[in-house]
């Protein structure tokens, strides 16, 4: 069936799109840590044409789905997992190794971007802790009074006029 092949190009296409973009979340990883804004801003950019991609891949795929449920004479077929139950043998593992590559490269996909995200978020507390200490401080140098008793009305000074 030609429409098997079709999706067998565009399970390909789709791992190959895949992972690419995993390359460019590893490099974001490099990227981060180093803390090169403006090399993060190309990655993602980058990134965001690759949805878009991936996005006209699903629509294809979805397009090919339809096709072959006509052609097997089968109401639809939502999803390649069901496909490959009414298909000959060959075809169907052939196509299930293909959808088990792209899933894999998905879940190390998902992986990658767990670590970035968790690496700018911690940049994002170091710098929002930087910001704390740079704009707050108390007004004379210690909390205590006179008499070594502690001093419970300690007015922080702002050194920047911020409102949140």
Not at 48 to 68: D, P, W
């Given at each position: 069936?030609?429409?098997?092949?079709?999706?067998?190009?565009?399970?390909?296409?789709?791992?190959?799109?895949?992972?690419?973009?995993?390359?460019?979340?590893?490099?974001?990883?490099?990227?981060?840590?180093?803390?090169?804004?403006?090399?993060?801003?190309?990655?993602?950019?980058?990134?965001?044409q690759y949805i878009m991609n991936m996005?006209?891949?699903?629509?294809?795929?979805?397009?090919?789905?339809?096709?072959?449920?006509?052609?097997?004479?089968?109401?639809?077929?939502?999803?390649?997992?069901?496909?490959?139950?009414?298909?000959?043998?060959?075809?169907?593992?052939?196509?299930?190794?293909?959808?088990?590559?792209?899933?894999?490269?998905?879940?190390?996909?998902?992986?990658?971007?767990?670590?970035?995200?968790?690496?700018?978020?911690?940049?994002?507390?170091?710098?929002?802790?930087n910001l704390e200490v740079l704009t707050?401080?108390?007004?004379?140098?210690?909390?205590?009074?006179?008499?070594?008793?502690?001093?419970?009305?300690?007015?922080?000074?702002n050194f920047f006029d911020m409102r949140?």
């Amino acid at each position: 069936m030609k429409s098997i092949d079709q999706l067998k190009d565009t399970l390909i296409k789709e791992t190959d799109l895949y992972t690419q973009v995993l390359k460019l979340a590893e490099e974001k990883t490099k990227v981060i840590v180093a803390g090169d804004i403006k090399v993060l801003e190309d990655i993602t950019k980058k990134e965001q044409q690759y949805i878009m991609n991936m996005g006209t891949f699903e629509k294809i795929r979805r397009s090919i789905l339809t096709n072959i449920a006509e052609e097997l004479n089968v109401e639809a077929i939502t999803t390649v997992s069901e496909l490959i139950l009414f298909v000959e043998e060959d075809a169907g593992n052939k196509i299930d190794q293909l959808r088990n590559n792209l899933l894999e490269t998905i879940a190390d996909l998902k992986v990658v971007n767990e670590g970035n995200e968790k690496l700018i978020n911690q940049s994002l507390q170091y710098i929002n802790f930087n910001l704390e200490v740079l704009t707050h401080s108390p007004e004379d140098g210690n909390r205590y009074s006179s008499n070594a008793s502690e001093n419970k009305e300690v007015k922080p000074i702002n050194f920047f006029d911020m409102r949140v």
